[in-house]
């Protein structure tokens, strides 16, 4: 199975500065005949189910606000959270569907204010 | 509209069995993969196994492979978890959802369990 290991477990960021999280794959998740990474990050707040907000590695979903942004390809992504708001502190996780039906997820990163 | 709806949450003893739903609506249920994944208190999320509507086809994870059974009713648009022998380890939020494009395009709103003497 496709390993996800996410870095770092944890971060604190003033309001208003940026966050960064890392994603790396055991293995490519770059679909070769789509030209797609099949990677999506999701943001989870206590009590809630996860929301997506970026798929296909870099493709914001539909609501999502722009300060949210996603980058990499092959084994390596990540989430970048600029101008940091207190509405952002929640788990995010990566997750990749190269392998669907075999779903694997990181292991999150959790975002507090500092 | 994309709906995914579970059952309420359970109270159960150790070595009592369990089925949880998850009745679909606003898609066609048999064409899209619908899995299941755990989350433990204060953990992160964990697959636990897939289904296709369609054929049944059914993919575990090794971690809960033997340990639960999932099924779906087309007819209802819906599909199952189930345990036949609970334990406390077994505690957890469940969430169904569906795969999609976007890895899994919706969630159920999940369904706590809980297991205990």
């Known amino acids: 199975d496709i390993v996800m290991t996410q870095s770092p477990d944890s971060l604190a960021v003033s309001l208003g500065e940026r966050a960064t999280i890392n994603c790396k794959s055991s293995q490519s998740i770059l679909h070769s005949s789509s030209n797609k990474n099949l990677l999506s990050w999701f943001q989870q707040k206590p009590g809630q189910p996860p929301r997506v907000l970026i798929y296909?590695?870099?493709t914001r979903e539909s609501g999502v606000p722009d300060r949210f942004s996603g980058s990499g390809s092959g084994t390596d992504f990540t989430l970048t959270i600029n101008n940091l708001q207190a509405e952002d502190v929640a788990v995010y996780y990566c997750?990749?569907?190269?392998?669907?039906?075999?779903?694997?997820f990181g292991q999150g990163t959790k975002v507090e204010i500092k | 509209e994309v709906q995914l709806v579970q059952s309420g949450a359970e109270v159960k003893k150790p070595g009592e069995s369990l089925r949880i739903s998850c009745k679909a609506s606003?898609?066609?249920?048999?064409?899209?993969?619908i899995g299941w994944v755990r989350q433990m208190p204060g953990k992160g999320l964990e697959w636990m196994g897939i289904i296709y509507p369609g054929d049944s086809d059914t993919k575990y994870s090794p971690s809960f492979q033997g340990q639960v059974t999932i099924s779906a009713d087309k007819s209802t648009s819906t599909a199952y978890l189930r345990w036949s022998s609970l334990t406390a380890s077994d505690t957890a939020m469940y969430f169904c959802?569906?795969?999609?494009?976007?890895?899994?395009?919706?969630w159920g709103q999940g369904t706590r369990v809980t297991v205990s003497s």
């Open positions: 959802a569906v795969a999609g494009s976007k890895g899994v395009d919706y």
């Open positions: 606003g898609y066609r249920f048999s064409s899209y993969w």
């Open positions: 997750h990749q569907y190269y392998s669907t039906p075999r779903w694997t």
């Open positions: 296909w590695a870099s």
